[in-house]
């Protein structure tokens, strides 16, 4: 397993990677204030859907816009599994798991024959089967008010009550995911997503079962969405389907895009964005335009979302680093390539 | 030795290939030439398993691999340049390469490739043919020249050590400059001891480097034979080589 996570990562993603740990394992000693951890752990859980988005979108080139679905299933697995049917509630977050992967791949086999817009299309019709499966079948998951009492998950006898508890629990499984999809970009079957995104064609004529893979992307994208699912039911103890909509879907493709797709620092990096910027709005809109409501908070969103994509149309990581390289490259021009002939 | 036998090909309703027979051996260069929409192309999709034949038998060294997919096809050593090269435009030269070994990476191919060593040294082969990608290693392949992208596709297909190599149109959209040398690269690949098959509008060029030729005429072939003999047949000269038959 030590060798699954960290044999490929390189020695920048390495460093990069413990000193986000670090960080993270340090940070509650200094933050005293439980909206703050909740914020970040909300951060963790985004991370993790937004991180199988961007394998599915920015390395195997194939686009969702239901990864919500994969969320509600991880997360109503949890709920029902654990309480209904009696699971511990660790195996029913990996069953839900299991379910998740399992739907997408099946659900993947008949989508996938589609390209482009109309398999966004067939993705979205995903999402909203799921919302009327949430909101019809009342005797399993609450209907529209939603489930109550999802379990607490617990870890050798001791059972995860508080926020901060839920924080470590949560930043661990987002760092395992991290680490995993890292590993899996830098091998050999990283290098196959990025060879099917560049050209579906040459893929095939050099012997990639581009059609296996691109399931198999899938279903590994569902599984972290219901990973997150399943951790977000137990953390807030209560779900509705509200949270599954396409909304939710559409909020992950803005953290992919506005992180920058095939990258999965860009992933991690464009969950905390997103999340920040709509909570900042909140306090920072009312200190500017007094007795301003929801509305304005959505406008001034829009437009800094539209800002980000003007300047930055590669999203904030790859952006920033190309700004970078180019800031440096100006500096010392005697070290500049000369453009291939 | 690579067998095509009474091979059709359709798509949906439209006939593309019509009761094709050929043979090519190790070794020997093969032109196939003939018209737009002749059926050039689909006959090298047609063995690489990307179109299926729907009758007829494909046979490599005795071996039926008509109806296989294109994976299984590519893990027993045929491998395709496709048309318009289609390199890794988003990935870096020495990555477009280490893909072309991926079936051998996996175990599959042949020889296997087992550890890092083994990639490097195959890589470095590829680059003392092409000295130019060994200079471009780290380049993403879509921001090299045409010419350049030309050699990576045929570096990267030579890296699965094929049995067969598919040219599909290795010259289209070249600069006659460019166009010359690619052709001596063909002619290069003759020592490796590997059927090449080879698909060009470019006529006079793929008959001039290539041991036996095949028209195509609306998917059927219509004439065949030693390359020099084609391309000093009147009606070929007339019909593909562009001089005016008196």
Same mark, same amino acid.
């Given at each position: 397993m030590k060798r699954l996570l960290i044999a490929r990562l390189g020695s920048p993603n390495l460093i990069a990677f413990l000193i986000m740990a670090l960080g993270l394992a340090a940070a509650p000693v200094f933050i005293d204030n439980n909206y703050i951890i909740t914020v970040l752990t909300i951060i963790a859980l985004f991370t993790m859907l937004t991180i199988g988005l961007s394998l599915l979108m920015g390395y195997a080139g194939q686009i969702s816009l239901g990864q919500a679905t994969f969320f509600g299933i991880g997360a109503y697995s949890m709920a029902i599994f654990s309480t209904r049917l009696g699971l511990s509630p660790w195996l029913s977050l990996l069953a839900g798991m299991i379910l998740a992967g399992g739907v997408a791949y099946l659900l993947g086999m008949l989508i996938f024959r589609l390209h482009g817009h109309y398999l966004a299309m067939a993705t979205l019709g995903m999402n909203i089967i799921l919302y009327l499966i949430l909101t019809q079948q009342v005797d399993w998951t609450g209907g529209p008010s939603g489930f109550r009492g999802v379990p607490d998950l617990s870890i050798g006898g001791m059972t995860l009550s508080t926020d901060t508890h839920y924080y470590y629990l949560i930043w661990f499984f987002a760092l395992i995911t991290i680490a995993l999809s890292l590993n899996i970009v830098n091998s050999r079957v990283g290098r196959a997503m990025r060879a099917l995104h560049s050209s579906e064609i040459a893929a095939e004529t050099l012997g990639i079962d581009t059609g296996r893979f691109k399931l198999q992307v899938f279903a590994l994208s569902a599984a972290y969405s219901a990973l997150a699912g399943g951790l977000y039911a137990s953390f807030l103890g209560f779900i509705s389907p509200s949270s599954f909509t396409i909304n939710a879907s559409i909020k992950i493709v803005l953290m992919a895009v506005v992180g920058g797709l095939s990258s999965i620092w860009g992933a991690t990096f464009g969950a905390a964005a997103i999340l920040v910027i709509e909570q900042w709005l909140r306090t920072a809109i009312k200190s500017l335009v007094p007795g301003a409501s929801g509305e304005q908070e959505i406008i001034a969103f829009g437009l800094i979302l539209m800002l980000i994509m003007i300047f930055m149309p590669e999203g904030l990581v790859t952006g920033a680093g190309k700004a970078l390289r180019a800031r440096i490259a100006r500096r010392k021009p005697e070290r500049a390539q000369p453009a291939g002939g | 030795m690579l067998e095509i036998k009474n091979v059709s090909t359709s798509y949906g309703h439209v006939e593309?290939? !019509?009761g094709v027979s050929m043979a090519a051996h190790p070794g020997e260069i093969v032109s196939l030439i003939g018209a737009n929409g002749a059926g050039k192309t689909t006959l090298l999709n047609t063995i690489s398993g990307m179109t299926p034949a729907r009758s007829g038998q494909i046979l490599l060294n005795g071996v039926e691999?008509? !109806? &296989?997919s294109p994976e299984k096809i590519v893990n027993l050593g045929v491998c395709q340049v496709p048309e318009r090269r289609q390199v890794f435009a988003t990935l870096s030269v020495r990555d477009n390469l280490t893909l072309g070994a991926y079936t051998r990476m996996r175990g599959r191919g042949e020889p296997p490739i087992k550890d890092r060593k083994t990639l490097h040294l195959d890589i470095e082969t590829i680059y003392a043919m092409f000295p130019i990608l060994k200079q471009r290693e780290k380049q993403l392949a879509g921001t090299l020249s045409g010419g350049e992208q030309q050699m990576l596709a045929i570096g990267r297909s030579l890296m699965g050590r094929p049995k067969v190599l598919l040219l599909d149109e290795?010259? &289209?959209? &070249?600069a006659p400059l460019i166009v010359r040398d690619i052709f001596e690269i063909i002619n290069c690949l003759r020592e490796i001891d590997t059927i090449i098959l080879l698909v060009e509008q470019n006529a006079r060029a793929a008959l001039r480097v290539a041991d036996r030729g095949y028209v195509l005429e609306t998917g059927r072939i219509v004439m065949a034979g030693p390359a020099a003999d084609l391309a000093a047949d009147p009606a070929i000269q007339q019909a593909y080589l562009g001089k005016q038959g008196r």
């Amino acid at each position: 397993m030590k060798r699954l996570l960290i044999a490929r990562l390189g020695s920048p993603n390495l460093i990069a990677f413990l000193i986000m740990a670090l960080g993270l394992a340090a940070a509650p000693v200094f933050i005293d204030n439980n909206y703050i951890i909740t914020v970040l752990t909300i951060i963790a859980l985004f991370t993790m859907l937004t991180i199988g988005l961007s394998l599915l979108m920015g390395y195997a080139g194939q686009i969702s816009l239901g990864q919500a679905t994969f969320f509600g299933i991880g997360a109503y697995s949890m709920a029902i599994f654990s309480t209904r049917l009696g699971l511990s509630p660790w195996l029913s977050l990996l069953a839900g798991m299991i379910l998740a992967g399992g739907v997408a791949y099946l659900l993947g086999m008949l989508i996938f024959r589609l390209h482009g817009h109309y398999l966004a299309m067939a993705t979205l019709g995903m999402n909203i089967i799921l919302y009327l499966i949430l909101t019809q079948q009342v005797d399993w998951t609450g209907g529209p008010s939603g489930f109550r009492g999802v379990p607490d998950l617990s870890i050798g006898g001791m059972t995860l009550s508080t926020d901060t508890h839920y924080y470590y629990l949560i930043w661990f499984f987002a760092l395992i995911t991290i680490a995993l999809s890292l590993n899996i970009v830098n091998s050999r079957v990283g290098r196959a997503m990025r060879a099917l995104h560049s050209s579906e064609i040459a893929a095939e004529t050099l012997g990639i079962d581009t059609g296996r893979f691109k399931l198999q992307v899938f279903a590994l994208s569902a599984a972290y969405s219901a990973l997150a699912g399943g951790l977000y039911a137990s953390f807030l103890g209560f779900i509705s389907p509200s949270s599954f909509t396409i909304n939710a879907s559409i909020k992950i493709v803005l953290m992919a895009v506005v992180g920058g797709l095939s990258s999965i620092w860009g992933a991690t990096f464009g969950a905390a964005a997103i999340l920040v910027i709509e909570q900042w709005l909140r306090t920072a809109i009312k200190s500017l335009v007094p007795g301003a409501s929801g509305e304005q908070e959505i406008i001034a969103f829009g437009l800094i979302l539209m800002l980000i994509m003007i300047f930055m149309p590669e999203g904030l990581v790859t952006g920033a680093g190309k700004a970078l390289r180019a800031r440096i490259a100006r500096r010392k021009p005697e070290r500049a390539q000369p453009a291939g002939g | 030795m690579l067998e095509i036998k009474n091979v059709s090909t359709s798509y949906g309703h439209v006939e593309a290939l !019509r009761g094709v027979s050929m043979a090519a051996h190790p070794g020997e260069i093969v032109s196939l030439i003939g018209a737009n929409g002749a059926g050039k192309t689909t006959l090298l999709n047609t063995i690489s398993g990307m179109t299926p034949a729907r009758s007829g038998q494909i046979l490599l060294n005795g071996v039926e691999i008509t !109806r &296989l997919s294109p994976e299984k096809i590519v893990n027993l050593g045929v491998c395709q340049v496709p048309e318009r090269r289609q390199v890794f435009a988003t990935l870096s030269v020495r990555d477009n390469l280490t893909l072309g070994a991926y079936t051998r990476m996996r175990g599959r191919g042949e020889p296997p490739i087992k550890d890092r060593k083994t990639l490097h040294l195959d890589i470095e082969t590829i680059y003392a043919m092409f000295p130019i990608l060994k200079q471009r290693e780290k380049q993403l392949a879509g921001t090299l020249s045409g010419g350049e992208q030309q050699m990576l596709a045929i570096g990267r297909s030579l890296m699965g050590r094929p049995k067969v190599l598919l040219l599909d149109e290795p010259s &289209l959209g &070249l600069a006659p400059l460019i166009v010359r040398d690619i052709f001596e690269i063909i002619n290069c690949l003759r020592e490796i001891d590997t059927i090449i098959l080879l698909v060009e509008q470019n006529a006079r060029a793929a008959l001039r480097v290539a041991d036996r030729g095949y028209v195509l005429e609306t998917g059927r072939i219509v004439m065949a034979g030693p390359a020099a003999d084609l391309a000093a047949d009147p009606a070929i000269q007339q019909a593909y080589l562009g001089k005016q038959g008196r």
